[in-house]
């Protein structure tokens, strides 16, 4: 399979796609900033987040979205751009760590990691947020964590930590929202590339972004195997999302930062968004359940 560019805008980190109310979001990590793209007139606007980063923005009620900022958590209010810091402790959260990748639990609670942007290993940690606000440590021991996700009858959780090369899968308890007996599904080379973030399709199996790799991998989501492969134009691949009219289309965002201008060259569109016309779905968007500010 082959993607085509949907948005040329070469940003630096592009990561977080999200489709919501048939609208395309991602964030601009680096940048701090929320994207939205209007497909029907073509626009494409952005939200500061008054941050110095933006790992992961999902979408609640009532035009609120749940963001993990730089080192922080806050309110966005799309409508009218309104930022609410969530004032609450963030355990185990090294100077030199950020927020990176999250999504959505089930039950609508979010989950998000941490990255260690030092020499450190096994430094970051993996949370879920309570219906309080507050973040609770639900794994420990990562370097880089990434791409997560639920199959469809939710007693699977998968997960990416980036630099130990490897996709696990966990067992998850629907009704303590507790992950156990860790298992690698699939390990990848130390080689420059590493797995990223990743989408779980209808059937149940995985949709896994390889940064370095150029290549978005389809994967069985009870062996690991590979079933298909996405190639793009571009080498640092960073995270898909289902979409479009019948949620066949899988949207794929990439970087640009770091690379050399002998590398920009040959690939232009670096940091674009791509798209590319698959044969299943993706499962229904699950809503930030979290009370969001009084407006």
Not at 75 to 96: Q, R
Not at 211 to 236: A, C, F, N, Y
Request: glycine share 8%; net charge negative.
């Amino acid at each position: 399979m082959q993607a085509s560019l949907y948005l040329d805008v070469q940003h630096a980190l592009a990561e977080g796609p999200v489709w919501h109310d048939n609208t395309l979001y991602w964030v601009n990590i680096t940048e701090g900033r929320l994207y939205r793209h209007d497909t029907a007139s073509g626009n494409i606007t952005h939200f500061d987040m008054n941050s110095a980063a933006l790992g992961v923005a999902l979408p609640a009620s009532n035009g609120w979205w749940w963001t993990a900022r730089e080192r922080d958590c806050a309110w966005l209010h799309e409508p009218t751009g309104k930022v609410v810091p969530i004032d609450a402790p963030i355990p185990n959260l090294p100077p030199a760590h950020r927020f990176n990748d999250g999504f959505c639990g089930p039950d609508g609670h979010p989950w998000v990691g941490s990255a260690a942007l030092d020499d450190s290993r096994e430094t970051a940690s993996l949370y879920r947020a309570d219906s309080t606000g507050p973040l609770h440590i639900a794994l420990t021991h990562i370097t880089l964590s990434n791409g997560l996700g639920w199959s469809p009858d939710h007693t699977k959780f998968y997960y990416v930590d980036s630099l130990a090369h490897n996709l696990s899968v966990f067992e998850y308890d629907p009704n303590s929202h507790q992950i156990s007996n860790r298992r690698i599904l699939r390990e990848f080379p130390d080689d420059g590339t590493v797995p990223d973030g990743l989408k779980v399709d209808a059937n149940g199996h995985i949709w896994l972004a390889v940064w370095g790799g150029s290549v978005v991998l389809h994967l069985d989501g009870e062996t690991g195997d590979i079933l298909d492969r996405v190639e793009l134009p571009v080498t640092q691949v960073t995270s898909c999302t289902f979409g479009g009219e019948d949620d066949r289309t899988l949207f794929i965002t990439s970087a640009r930062g770091g690379l050399s201008d002998e590398q920009l060259a040959a690939q232009p569109h670096a940091g674009s968004i791509f798209q590319v016309r698959t044969d299943t779905t993706g499962l229904p968007l699950v809503p930030c359940s979290l009370p969001p500010p009084q407006e």
